[in-house]
């Protein structure tokens, strides 16, 4: 009866607490944003028609941002200490007349005395009757070679490379435009262990819930393509594989953006063409970049649920450190008749072993996972506004109780009896590119540290700096 | 951003261009910014922009003519567009598409082969048959409704081409993509159905397992769009999904 209680009350606060699976919130609405950068500790994004986006966190988005030029699709990029922000100037007339525009900034912030914007630069035009449309440019700096590359049109067409120089942000002298695509729109590079991949969007747009958007990618040795597909197919033939398409009542994702935050660590910025949570309106989206086989593929803002925290170092789940209690077991002897009623043995139960716990703080460990009560771990959205790049910060709480798992000044972990809000008790998910997780404390206590969830030991969950190169550092959350 | 929905374009570009602070805009625009119209810069026409078929199709001769490297078919019958009033592409459902291309047919003879030139009626409109050979892989109905002045959108087309193969090959399957709906006939009988608002995809859509006869087969097209540029591919793929390319294709 007193389990029934305090789950009940549990599961009846995690749903008061939760937010719907929105993408993100605040007020994220935009369309075509340019991919995400950082600048000064903040995030951007711009959008069509001008302006943009600003977050103090990169979950909680507001107006703001400051983009002249009017257009559509802008990209930013920074290099060395400027920011390049490329946008085509029509917005896609009905004509297919257009031109991609470049100018430099020193600062993203509008409210900075650094801020202003140099004087706009054409570099590439669309004359109205030519294979393609001079709008959606996705700018990359090739991290091999240093060069500088941008790819832009849509449906009308081809897509079109071009080169230009990071010095001037103007076109580099001689260069042609390469065809590398074809029937797809806002495009964009990324460069990965000798691979270029262009991904760019399919399907049509604004027509809100109707949208068929999707984001498709192709790869190529050579940054002239060709780009082949999965199953070899050029996206000169409209080839291209799945990177993220609609999810849940997030409708329509296009117009992606790579950002690379540290090794492991890589999220996509993208606009839903419409967010049912949020009145069908078009929003941005952040999730996790996962390479599986070589291809990216969009990770999940991570859901709540109950699960078994498993090290990925040798695959035992997290626990607390309590007394191991014995299930029932009914000896059978070897050649016994296998004739008798088979009866389902339950689960052991939360009160039937709870009661002899401590009532304080309680450490954790790493142990075998046996579905057992004190390993089984219920994450919600915590009941705070803030967050960070694509998520909230979760509560982590024994599955059953508001015993919350807590970061220590001495950069351990134990549980505290009750959730708090504290922020050392509010964790950080992220999924990482190989599709494991990181788990991160908002804060280490008396520390400036950003310190993660590690493995010391198979059987010694402790915080420690994240070292994406070691399975010490990384979680898998099952849900058995 | 896709500006297949043309009849939003004039409106969403006077705003943006512009710079009204509208409020309803900024589910497009967050938090517009001030705006600077600038006018687009110079820019100078790169082609020929002339309404000639010549410059992505060859007119079709006697010739043979086979697939392309990855068995793709180039010579196409191209009947003048109907012309249809279609706003957006995702009304293309498969009831909307049988309905169209029932309604607005030159022939329910599915194995009719026009003859280049001919004259046929569909509906109150007097249209061309025009016998040709793209020059890519695919065949751009937009290059072709320009190139002989005639509705570049809203447009239904109808298409027929004449295959000989030295033998019959089994389980074969017709491979199409289009931009945005259409229906294919090979030797009189529906062979696929492509629905909603697609992009043209090589093999996007594949038919049931086909034969194709010793000799003359017969495949009947229709292409349907509305905004955007009406496109299509079609080849066929043997039974391990490899391009048939021992195939001569005619008009006649």
Same mark, same amino acid.
């Given at each position: 009866?007193?389990?029934?209680?305090?789950?009940?009350?549990?599961?009846?606060?995690?749903?008061?607490?939760?937010?719907?699976?929105?993408?993100?919130?605040?007020?994220?609405?935009?369309?075509?944003?340019?991919?995400?950068?950082?600048?000064?500790? +903040?995030?951007?994004?711009?959008?069509?028609?001008?302006?943009?986006?600003?977050?103090?966190?990169?979950?909680?988005?507001?107006?703001?941002?400051?983009?002249?030029?009017?257009?559509?699709?802008?990209?930013?990029?920074? =290099?060395?200490?400027?920011?390049?922000? =490329?946008?085509?100037?029509?917005?896609?007339?009905?004509?297919?007349?257009?031109?991609?525009?470049?100018?430099?900034? +020193?600062?993203?912030?509008?409210?900075?005395?650094?801020?202003?914007?140099?004087?706009?630069?054409?570099?590439?035009?669309?004359?109205?009757?030519?294979?393609?449309?001079?709008?959606?440019?996705?700018?990359?700096?090739?991290?091999?070679?240093?060069?500088?590359?941008?790819?832009?049109?849509?449906?009308?067409?081809?897509?079109?490379?071009?080169?230009?120089?990071?010095?001037?942000?103007?076109?580099?002298?001689?260069?042609?435009?390469?065809?590398?695509? =074809?029937?797809?729109?806002?495009?964009?590079?990324?460069?990965?262990?000798?691979?270029?991949?262009?991904?760019?969007?399919?399907?049509?747009?604004?027509?809100?819930?109707?949208?068929?958007?999707?984001?498709?990618?192709?790869?190529?040795?050579?940054?002239?393509?060709?780009?082949?597909?999965?199953?070899?197919?050029?996206?000169?033939?409209?080839?291209?594989?799945?990177?993220?398409?609609?999810?849940?009542?997030?409708?329509?994702?296009?117009?992606?953006?790579?950002?690379?935050?540290?090794?492991?660590?890589?999220?996509?910025?993208?606009?839903?063409?419409?967010?049912?949570?949020?009145?069908?309106?078009?929003?941005?989206?952040?999730?996790?970049?996962?390479?599986?086989?070589?291809?990216?593929?969009?990770?999940?803002?991570?859901?709540?649920?109950?699960?078994?925290?498993?090290?990925?170092?040798?695959?035992?789940?997290?626990?607390?450190?309590?007394?191991?209690?014995?299930?029932?077991?009914?000896?059978?002897?070897?050649?016994?008749?296998?004739?008798?009623?088979? +009866?389902?043995?339950?689960?052991?139960?939360?009160?039937?072993?709870?009661?002899?716990?401590?009532?304080?703080?309680?450490?954790?460990?790493?142990?075998?996972?046996?579905?057992?009560?004190?390993?089984?771990?219920?994450?919600?959205?915590?009941?705070?506004?803030?967050?960070?790049?694509?998520?909230?910060?979760?509560?982590?709480?024994?599955?059953?109780?508001?015993?919350?798992?807590?970061?220590?000044?001495?950069?351990?972990?134990?549980?505290?009896?009750?959730?708090?809000?504290?922020?050392?008790?509010?964790?950080?998910?992220?999924?990482?590119?190989?599709?494991?997780?990181?788990?991160?404390?908002?804060?280490?206590?008396?520390?400036?540290?950003?310190?993660?969830?590690?493995?010391?030991?198979?059987?010694?969950?402790?915080?420690?700096?994240?070292?994406?190169?070691?399975?010490?550092?990384?979680?898998?959350?099952?849900?058995? | 951003?896709?500006?297949?929905?043309?009849?939003?374009?004039?409106?969403?570009?006077?705003?943006?261009?512009?710079?009204?602070?509208?409020?309803?805009?900024?589910?497009?625009?967050?938090?517009?910014?001030?705006?600077?119209?600038?006018?687009?810069?110079?820019?100078?026409?790169?082609?020929?922009?002339? #309404? &000639?078929?010549?410059? #992505?199709?060859?007119?079709?001769?006697?010739?043979?003519?086979?697939?392309?490297?990855?068995?793709?078919?180039?010579?196409?019958?191209?009947?003048?567009?109907?012309?249809?009033?279609?706003?957006?592409?995702?009304?293309?459902?498969? #009831?909307?598409?049988?309905?169209?291309?029932?309604?607005?047919?030159?022939?329910?003879?599915? &194995?009719?082969?026009?003859?280049?030139?001919?004259?046929?009626?569909?509906?109150?409109?007097?249209?061309?048959?025009?016998?040709?050979?793209?020059?890519?892989?695919?065949?751009?109905?937009? #290059?072709? &409704?320009?190139?002989?002045?005639?509705?570049?959108?809203?447009?239904?087309?109808?298409?027929?081409?004449?295959?000989?193969?030295?033998?019959?090959?089994?389980?074969?399957?017709?491979?199409?993509?289009?931009?945005?709906?259409?229906?294919?006939?090979?030797?009189?009988?529906?062979?696929?159905?492509?629905?909603?608002?697609?992009?043209?995809?090589?093999?996007?859509?594949?038919?049931?397992?086909?034969?194709?006869?010793?000799?003359?087969?017969?495949?009947?097209?229709?292409?349907?769009?509305?905004?955007?540029?009406?496109?299509?591919?079609?080849?066929?793929?043997?039974?391990?999904?490899?391009?048939?390319?021992?195939?001569?294709?005619?008009?006649?």
């Amino acid at each position: 009866m007193k389990r029934r209680n305090v789950t009940g009350l549990t599961t009846l606060f995690a749903l008061l607490i939760t937010q719907p699976g929105v993408a993100q919130i605040g007020k994220p609405f935009i369309h075509d944003p340019s991919t995400v950068a950082e600048c000064e500790g +903040k995030y951007y994004t711009f959008g069509t028609g001008g302006g943009g986006l600003i977050s103090n966190d990169g979950w909680t988005w507001h107006g703001g941002g400051v983009r002249p030029g009017g257009g559509a699709a802008p990209d930013v990029i920074k =290099i060395g200490d400027r920011y390049l922000v =490329i946008y085509g100037a029509t917005g896609g007339s009905p004509n297919h007349k257009g031109a991609i525009l470049t100018m430099w900034n +020193k600062t993203l912030d509008p409210k900075s005395s650094d801020f202003k914007y140099s004087e706009p630069i054409v570099v590439a035009t669309s004359d109205g009757y030519e294979e393609n449309d001079a709008i959606d440019p996705g700018v990359m700096l090739d991290p091999t070679t240093g060069r500088l590359w941008l790819t832009y049109g849509t449906y009308f067409g081809f897509t079109r490379l071009i080169e230009l120089d990071p010095k001037t942000g103007k076109l580099k002298a001689g260069n042609k435009p390469v065809d590398v695509a =074809i029937v797809c729109e806002a495009s964009t590079l990324v460069y990965r262990d000798g691979w270029y991949y262009l991904l760019a969007t399919h399907g049509s747009c604004c027509d809100g819930a109707n949208s068929t958007y999707n984001v498709v990618v192709g790869r190529s040795k050579k940054i002239t393509g060709p780009y082949l597909d999965n199953v070899g197919r050029s996206m000169l033939e409209g080839g291209g594989k799945m990177v993220v398409a609609t999810r849940g009542g997030l409708i329509g994702p296009g117009h992606f953006g790579h950002i690379i935050l540290e090794q492991g660590v890589e999220k996509m910025s993208i606009h839903y063409e419409a967010d049912l949570e949020q009145g069908g309106r078009s929003v941005l989206g952040i999730l996790p970049v996962v390479w599986k086989d070589g291809w990216p593929v969009a990770g999940a803002k991570f859901k709540e649920g109950t699960y078994e925290i498993e090290s990925v170092r040798r695959g035992y789940g997290l626990e607390l450190a309590v007394d191991f209690t014995r299930m029932p077991v009914t000896p059978r002897r070897f050649n016994q008749p296998d004739n008798e009623p088979i +009866k389902p043995v339950p689960a052991q139960q939360l009160a039937a072993v709870m009661k002899t716990w401590p009532a304080g703080t309680i450490n954790v460990r790493i142990g075998d996972y046996m579905a057992r009560p004190h390993q089984q771990w219920t994450i919600t959205d915590a009941p705070d506004t803030t967050g960070y790049l694509g998520g909230p910060y979760y509560k982590i709480v024994l599955a059953g109780t508001d015993r919350a798992l807590a970061a220590t000044a001495e950069a351990e972990v134990l549980t505290v009896p009750a959730f708090t809000g504290a922020p050392e008790q509010l964790w950080r998910i992220d999924q990482l590119t190989d599709g494991t997780y990181r788990i991160m404390p908002k804060v280490v206590p008396n520390s400036g540290k950003k310190l993660a969830l590690v493995s010391s030991g198979d059987s010694t969950p402790t915080l420690a700096e994240f070292d994406f190169n070691s399975d010490n550092s990384k979680w898998n959350f099952r849900d058995h | 951003m896709n500006r297949k929905y043309k009849y939003l374009l004039p409106l969403i570009s006077f705003i943006v261009l512009s710079g009204l602070p509208i409020s309803g805009l900024t589910a497009f625009a967050q938090g517009m910014g001030p705006q600077q119209r600038i006018p687009l810069p110079p820019i100078p026409i790169k082609g020929d922009t002339t #309404h &000639t078929l010549s410059k #992505h199709f060859i007119l079709a001769s006697a010739a043979k003519k086979a697939p392309d490297a990855k068995g793709f078919i180039q010579r196409w019958l191209v009947l003048e567009p109907v012309k249809k009033d279609i706003v957006r592409n995702n009304i293309f459902t498969d #009831h909307y598409l049988k309905t169209a291309f029932a309604t607005d047919n030159f022939s329910s003879d599915y &194995t009719a082969v026009p003859k280049n030139g001919e004259m046929v009626k569909v509906g109150n409109q007097d249209l061309k048959w025009y016998a040709l050979d793209s020059k890519a892989f695919n065949v751009n109905l937009y #290059h072709f &409704t320009y190139a002989i002045n005639k509705p570049r959108y809203g447009i239904l087309v109808w298409l027929v081409t004449v295959i000989d193969s030295p033998e019959e090959i089994q389980n074969v399957r017709l491979a199409a993509g289009c931009n945005s709906g259409s229906q294919w006939w090979l030797n009189g009988q529906e062979a696929l159905l492509l629905s909603g608002d697609r992009d043209m995809i090589a093999d996007n859509g594949t038919s049931a397992r086909l034969t194709l006869k010793k000799g003359r087969n017969i495949i009947r097209g229709a292409v349907i769009n509305g905004p955007g540029m009406a496109n299509f591919c079609v080849r066929f793929l043997d039974e391990k999904g490899s391009p048939v390319k021992n195939l001569t294709i005619r008009y006649e």
